[in-house]
């Protein structure tokens, strides 16, 4: 049994172990204060490290995007010769150039059909076939495009090398297309049909076909309306116009021919036609709006389907006919188009009439819209029938149809 009153030796121990705590204190505190300096010296390095790898990332960025305004991929392009462009952000396009007008370029790519591409967006074109850039001084210049950034285009007419400010330039066309690349086709189609309690059929067409170079526009178009309620017509109205336009500058146009053709059986009218020239202006036509104004001069004659018995069931006389027009590319997939034209005959004030159409358009893909339209028809006198009815003097109609787009 151990002895509680023998003495202690843990002084003793206490004595001893004190030097060498003491002794390994001065031996090891230098080594934690290196290990932290060590460990500071090498966050201090990984920082530098970190920042000269991402600085030099930055550079290798800015490299690469300098290069990549030297690459040339036409001229090593593995499917021929094709037309490349290369957008502000950097990307490439390759394909077929088919116009630029109202500061807006049209590309037919090899993957995405007609796209549209805004003239300030581009860097770069490339074309492989002469074009004819028609300037804002109206000078016309015909050779092969070079556009290398949005301040320097290159014009090789001849054995010339013109230099042009990209931003002076109004229309670029190719000079020596095919005869279909001036040519769009544009058509809308509307349909109802109902069987029932109530039995009605409704059709509703538009068509337009027309043409266009840098000195000329032709177009011709037809739109109609059929309907059917309760196994009678009550709708039956067709239009058809065509013009012929030559620019003489930016701004200006004559009109040496117009011709419309009408019919409408419930407005009493079994045919009116018109013919003239005028001439037009067009003071506003940039990327997103256009308007113009036009004035012409002609003849008309109006056959009617039946009259009092102390008529005649015809009249003519001399035509004016002013007319304006608006495009609005409200947003990329969005349009609205309105046209607005009035027929005075000066000979006979009471026969004059007003026509006006305006278009809501949404894209829907490629080349397929749809189409919310409205037609406004007014004749200032309308003819008396035989059966002694007056038609009304207005004509409103609006219909939904899907449209087609094809240039």
């Not at 952000?89 to 037919?108: D, N």
């Not at 591409?117 to 001084?137: E, G, Y």
């Not at 013009?243 to 500058?249: A, F, G, K, V």
């Not at 056959?303 to 590319?329: C, E, M, T």
């Amino acid at each position: 049994m151990r002895n509680l009153l023998a003495p202690d030796n843990s002084s003793d121990m206490v004595a001893r172990i004190g030097p060498l705590l003491l002794i390994l204190c001065v031996c090891f505190c230098p080594l934690t204060a290196r290990a932290q300096t060590k460990s500071q010296d090498a966050d201090s390095t990984t920082s530098v490290l970190a920042e000269k790898d991402s600085q030099e990332s930055s550079e290798a960025k800015a490299s690469a995007a300098d290069d990549s305004s030297k690459v040339k991929p036409w001229q090593h392009d593995p499917k021929g010769p094709r037309d490349w462009i290369r957008l502000n952000t950097g990307e490439w396009l390759a394909g077929r150039f088919l116009r630029m007008e109202r500061t807006v370029l049209y590309f037919s790519s090899d993957k995405f059909d007609i796209v549209q591409f805004d003239w300030v967006d581009i860097h770069t074109l490339h074309m492989t076939r002469d074009a004819r850039v028609v300037l804002a001084n109206d000078d016309v210049l015909i050779g092969l495009v070079e556009l290398n950034s949005p301040t320097e285009m290159l014009v090789y007419e001849e054995a010339q090398r013109r230099e042009v400010a990209p931003q002076d330039v109004v229309t670029i066309l190719v000079n020596t297309p095919r005869e279909l690349d001036h040519w769009t086709l544009k058509t809308t189609i509307g349909f109802n049909y109902r069987r029932g309690n109530t039995n009605t059929t409704d059709l509703s067409t538009f068509f337009q076909l027309a043409r266009r170079d840098d000195f000329t526009r032709f177009g011709i178009q037809y739109s109609g309306a059929y309907g059917r309620a309760s196994e009678e017509t009550n709708t039956n109205k067709h239009l058809g116009q065509t013009r012929l336009d030559i620019i003489l500058s930016s701004y200006t146009f004559l009109i040496p021919a117009f011709v419309s053709v009408r019919h409408d059986e419930f407005q009493n009218l079994s045919l009116r036609y018109a013919l003239g020239s005028g001439a037009g202006l067009r003071p506003i036509d940039n990327q997103n709006f256009s308007f113009d104004f036009s004035a012409g001069v002609g003849y008309q004659q109006s056959r009617y389907i039946s009259v009092q018995a102390n008529q005649s069931d015809k009249d003519s006389g001399l035509l004016v006919q002013p007319q304006l027009h608006f495009d609005w590319d409200i947003t990329s997939d969005l349009s609205l188009e309105t046209t607005w034209y009035t027929g005075i005959v000066a000979t006979d004030i009471s026969n004059t009439y007003h026509h006006g159409t305006v278009d809501f358009s949404i894209d829907l893909m490629p080349r397929f819209y749809l189409n919310l339209g409205g037609v406004l028809d007014r004749q200032e006198s309308p003819r008396e029938g035989d059966d002694g009815e007056t038609p009304d003097k207005n004509d409103l109609s609006i219909a939904f149809s899907l449209g087609l787009d094809l240039q």
